[in-house]
C-alpha cells in the first residue's frame, strides 16, 4: 500500500501565524550550498525548501502575531572541540534545522566528541519592531550551546539537546546587519548527558547498529527571533481540573513588577469564561459544562492571556487547552487507567521519530504529522514517544488529532552508572521538558527510565515527578522484568516488556498493569530498506499475509486474554521502520504501508469497545475432577485424554470403557507455578500432569523443576460457550485440538497447527463434570 494513510486530511499543518520573512545569510569564503543524497527518500525530501524550511510557527502554546524565521542557509566549519570561540572562516554551508549527520543539512558527516560545530548567519531587525525587546529563541540543540550576537557571548551556555531556549539579544544589536554564531559540543555517547538512542554510529546504511541509531548533532529544531515588551510572558501553564469545570492558568513572566495576569478560555469565538490572578500563582478560569477532550472528541479550547499594569495590557499571547483528566482506579475490582473517569484501552504504538533523510528532524511539518495521522488511521488511540522528545508542533498535532502521549525522558548512556553531574543535569532536563509540554492535553504519563538504561534513585525520581505535575501519570521504569532494570515499586503504573508476547502484566492495588512494549514483527520490503539485506526484527514473517495473521493474532490475545486478566494499555513496537529495525508497520522511508490497515484498524477498534465490559479474571473450580469437551461444532463430543503419554480429543459417552473415562478425567489443582492459574492432574495416574514441551502437549510426571511447573501451568480466559487455556510460560499460545492431537498453538503463527480456520473454536473448552469422579 503506497502513502495511503492520512490522506483524507491535508498533509500541511496550517501555520498559526505568519512568518515576516527570511533575509539573506552571510557571504563570505563558505562554499554554496548544495544537498546531500538520503540513504532513502521520504515522500517529502524534495519538498524542503532551501530558503525556508519548517516554515510554520514553532510554538503554538505560547503564540505572537511578529516572528522572523531564521531558518535556512547558514555557514558552518567543525573544530576542535578544545575551541572556545568562533573560527576565523567557515568553509561550509548549512541548511537549518537539520542535524549535521543527515543528508538534508548538507554535511551529512558522522560527529564524534573531538569536535566542535560553528553556525553563523546574519539578519536585520524589522523596523516595526523599534522599541521592543529582540528575543533569539532555539527549539533545540543537541547538546552544549554557546551564542555570540555581533562578537559578544549571549547569556550563558546552554547544556541540553531536547529542551527550548531563549536570549534576550537587545543589548547586542547594532541597528543595521548583525551576525549570529552558534558553537555547539555533542559528545553523543561518549558524554553522560540525555543522549536517547543515538551513537556515534557512520552516517551511512550499513550492517548492524542495532536497537540504537544515527547521532543527530547541532541545531534540529527551528530558530527564530520574536519582539516582546521588556514585560513580557515566557510561559503559560494549563490545568484541567474536571471536579469543578475550571481551568487553572498559571503565568510566569520576565521584566515584572507588580504585573498581573488575565486569562479568557473560548470555543471558537464565544468566550466562555474569564479571571485575573497574580503571575507566577495559580488562578482558575470558570469552564462550565466542559467540551471534554478525548481520542474520538479533540475539542481544543482557544486561551488568550494577556500580562497588565493596572488597566494597560503590556503583553499577551495566544494558545489552547483540551479539558480531560487522566487517573487510575478500581473497575471491576481490577485498577485500571481511567481517562475522564471512564476506564479506556490505550493501544498504541512505540514512535522514536527517526527519519532516513532528516534523522531527528521530519523534513516538513506535513511529515511531522503524518505519522500521527498513521496512527490514527490505524485504529490507534495512543502513541508512546520513545526515548526523544519532538518540537512543539508535534504534540500540537497530536492534541488536534486526540492521540493519548507517553513522553519518555531520552536515557543517559547505556551500562554506565551516571555520575553526581550527570543525574543533576538529567534531572535539569527533565523538568524543563515537563515544564514546555505540562499543558498539552494528549500527554497523559511520564517515562522516567527505560529498561534500566543509565538507572539510578527510581522510586525517588517517580515522586518528584509526580510531585512536580501531579496531573498526570507517571511510570518510574518502562520494561521492569528486563534487562537488568530494578522497578522503583512506586508510580502509577507497573510496565512488563515482552517479545513478540503480548505476555501478562498484571495490576496491583496501587498500579494498573501496562505492556510498555511488545510486536516486533518484522518484514523487509524490496526497495524500501535503509541497508538491504542487514535488517532484523524479533520475529520475521517472510510475507504480509504472515505478517497481518501474526498481528492480529497478537490483539486478539489482547482483547481477550490481556485485558480481563487486568491489563489497561499496550504498546506495539513500531509505528515505522528504523534503519535496520524492519519491525516498522510502515517502511522507514514511509512509502509503504505493510499491514492491511482496515483489518488492524478493526482489531483496535475492538479492543478499545472492549473497555467498557473488560470482564475478570476465569476463576476454575479447586481440586476437583472435571472432563473438557471440545466447542468446536465438529467434535462436541470430543474431550481431552491422554494416550500413551500424549494428548488427544476422542468421543466419550456414557458407554465408553472406563479406561477411556478415566483417561478424560483430570484434577484441576492451583497453578504448579502460579496458584492464580491452573494445573491439570491425571485422574488416573496422580503425580502426571498436562504440559506442553516442543508445542505439543502431553502428560508427564511432576520432576518438580522450574521448566515443568511452568509448562503444566495453565491460564483461564473467558471465551464464549467455555474458556480458553493458555501457557502460563508463552502467554497468548492456546491450548488447541487439531487433528485430534492437542498442541500450543499460537494466533497466527506459522506451523500447520496454528491454521486460522475454527482457531477460536478449537481453542475454546468446556469444563463438564468428571466421566469418572
Not at 554554496?32 to 532551501?50: I, R, Y
Not at 507588580?258 to 497574580?278: D, E, I, R
Not at 461444532?633 to 466419550?652: D, F, K, M, P, W
Request: aromatic fraction near 10%.
Amino acid at each position: 500500500m503506497k502513502l495511503s494513510l492520512g490522506r483524507r486530511v491535508a498533509l500541511a499543518l496550517v501555520p498559526l501565524l505568519a512568518t515576516t520573512g527570511l533575509l539573506a545569510v552571510s557571504g563570505g569564503p563558505a562554499s554554496a550550498w548544495t544537498p546531500k543524497t538520503p540513504p532513502m527518500t521520504t515522500p517529502w525530501t524534495n519538498s524542503v525548501s532551501t530558503t525556508n524550511p519548517l516554515p510554520e510557527y514553532p510554538r503554538p502554546q505560547l503564540t505572537r502575531p511578529d516572528w522572523q524565521n531564521l531558518n535556512g542557509i547558514w555557514d558552518f566549519a567543525v573544530t576542535g572541540s578544545g575551541q572556545s570561540t568562533p573560527p576565523a572562516t567557515f568553509a561550509e554551508q548549512i541548511r537549518v534545522p537539520f542535524p549535521v549527520e543527515s543528508a538534508l543539512s548538507g554535511i551529512q558527516r558522522r560527529v564524534t566528541e573531538g569536535d566542535k560545530l560553528w553556525y553563523r548567519r546574519t539578519f536585520t531587525v524589522p523596523a516595526g519592531w523599534s522599541g521592543r525587546q529582540v528575543q533569539l529563541n532555539f527549539g533545540a540543540v543537541d547538546w552544549q550551546t554557546t551564542v555570540w550576537v555581533n562578537g559578544t557571548q549571549a547569556g550563558a551556555v546552554h547544556s541540553g539537546g531536547y529542551d527550548a531556549f531563549s536570549y534576550d539579544i537587545t543589548s547586542l544589536l547594532n541597528g543595521g546587519t548583525n551576525t549570529i554564531v552558534v558553537g555547539v559540543w555533542d559528545p553523543t555517547d561518549a558524554g553522560s548527558q540525555a543522549v536517547g538512542k543515538q551513537r556515534r554510529n557512520d552516517v551511512l546504511p550499513h550492517p548492524g547498529g542495532g536497537i540504537f541509531y544515527t547521532g543527530s548533532s547541532g541545531i534540529w529544531q527551528t530558530v527564530w527571533l520574536e519582539p516582546t515588551p521588556a514585560a513580557r510572558i515566557t510561559r503559560v501553564d494549563l490545568v484541567p481540573n474536571l471536579s469543578n469545570n475550571t481551568l487553572s492558568v498559571t503565568v510566569f513572566g520576565a521584566g515584572l513588577s507588580g504585573h498581573t495576569a488575565f486569562a479568557s478560555v473560548l470555543s471558537g469565538t464565544t468566550v466562555v469564561g474569564t479571571a485575573s490572578g497574580s503571575t507566577g500563582a495559580a488562578f482558575s478560569v470558570s469552564v462550565p459544562n466542559a467540551h471534554l477532550w478525548s481520542p474520538g472528541d479533540p475539542f481544543l479550547y482557544t486561551v488568550r492571556v494577556e500580562l497588565r499594569s493596572g488597566s494597560t495590557v503590556v503583553d499577551s499571547v495566544g494558545s489552547y487547552a483540551g479539558m480531560r483528566s487522566i487517573s487510575t482506579g478500581v473497575v471491576n475490582g481490577q485498577r485500571r487507567i481511567l481517562l475522564n473517569g471512564q476506564f479506556v484501552f490505550q493501544t498504541g504504538t512505540l514512535d522514536q521519530g527517526y527519519w532516513p533523510d532528516g534523522i531527528y528532524t521530519a523534513p516538513t511539518d506535513a511529515a511531522l504529522r503524518y505519522d500521527l495521522q498513521a496512527h490514527k488511521d490505524l485504529g490507534f488511540n495512543m502513541v508512546r514517544k520513545h526515548i526523544k522528545v519532538e518540537p512543539q508542533r508535534w504534540f500540537y498535532a497530536a492534541d488536534q488529532l486526540g492521540l493519548l502521549v507517553w513522553q519518555d525522558m531520552p536515557a543517559m548512556p547505556t551500562g554506565v552508572v551516571p555520575s553526581s553531574a550527570a543525574r543533576t543535569q538529567w534531572e535539569l532536563e527533565y523538568d524543563r521538558i515537563i515544564d514546555q509540554h505540562r499543558s498539552s492535553p494528549s500527554v497523559v504519563m511520564w517515562v522516567n527510565q527505560n529498561e534500566g538504561w543509565g538507572q539510578y534513585d527510581q522510586a525517588r525520581i517517580a515522586n518528584e515527578v509526580k510531585a512536580y505535575d501531579p496531573s498526570r501519570l507517571v511510570n518510574n521504569m518502562s520494561g521492569v522484568n528486563c534487562c537488568g532494570s530494578v522497578d522503583g515499586g512506586n508510580g502509577d503504573v507497573v510496565d512488563f516488556h515482552v517479545y513478540v508476547g503480548p505476555g501478562a502484566t498484571r495490576p496491583s492495588s496501587t498500579r494498573a498493569a501496562v505492556l510498555g512494549e511488545f510486536g516486533g514483527l518484522g518484514l523487509r520490503v524490496s526497495g524500501h530498506e535503509w541497508s538491504p539485506g542487514n535488517g532484523f526484527s524479533y520475529e520475521d514473517q517472510g510475507n504480509a499475509t504472515r505478517l497481518n495473521d501474526r498481528l492480529n493474532g497478537l490483539y486478539e490475545q489482547l482483547r481477550t486474554g490481556g485485558l480481563p486478566s487486568g491489563l489497561s494499555a499496550s504498546v506495539y513496537t513500531e509505528i515505522t521502520d528504523v534503519e535496520n529495525e524492519v519491525n516498522g508497520l510502515l517502511t522507514y522511508d514511509r512509502q509503504v504501508v505493510k499491514v492491511d490497515a482496515a483489518r488492524l484498524r478493526a482489531s483496535n477498534q475492538a479492543l478499545i469497545a472492549a473497555s467498557a465490559n473488560p470482564g475478570s479474571f476465569v476463576s476454575l473450580p479447586s481440586n476437583v475432577y472435571r472432563s473438557f469437551r471440545a466447542t468446536t461444532a465438529c467434535c462436541t463430543t470430543r474431550y481431552i485424554r491422554h494416550q500413551n503419554s500424549l494428548g488427544y480429543t476422542e468421543v466419550v459417552t456414557a458407554s465408553s470403557t472406563t479406561l477411556l473415562k478415566q483417561d478424560a478425567t483430570w484434577r484441576i489443582v492451583p497453578g504448579l507455578a502460579d496458584s492464580s492459574c491452573y494445573s491439570f492432574e491425571s485422574r488416573n495416574y496422580p503425580g502426571r500432569y498436562l504440559r506442553h514441551q516442543a508445542f505439543r502437549v502431553r502428560m508427564d510426571t511432576n520432576d518438580n523443576s522450574a521448566l515443568f511447573r511452568a509448562d503444566a501451568t495453565w491460564c483461564a480466559q473467558s471465551a464464549t460457550g467455555g474458556v480458553r487455556l493458555t501457557a502460563w510460560n508463552f502467554p497468548g499460545q492456546y491450548l488447541r485440538h487439531y487433528n485430534a492431537e492437542l498442541w500450543l498453538a499460537t494466533p497466527g503463527g506459522a506451523s500447520t497447527y496454528d491454521n486460522p480456520s475454527s482457531f477460536l473454536a478449537d481453542t475454546t473448552w468446556s469444563v463438564d463434570a468428571a466421566w469418572a469422579p
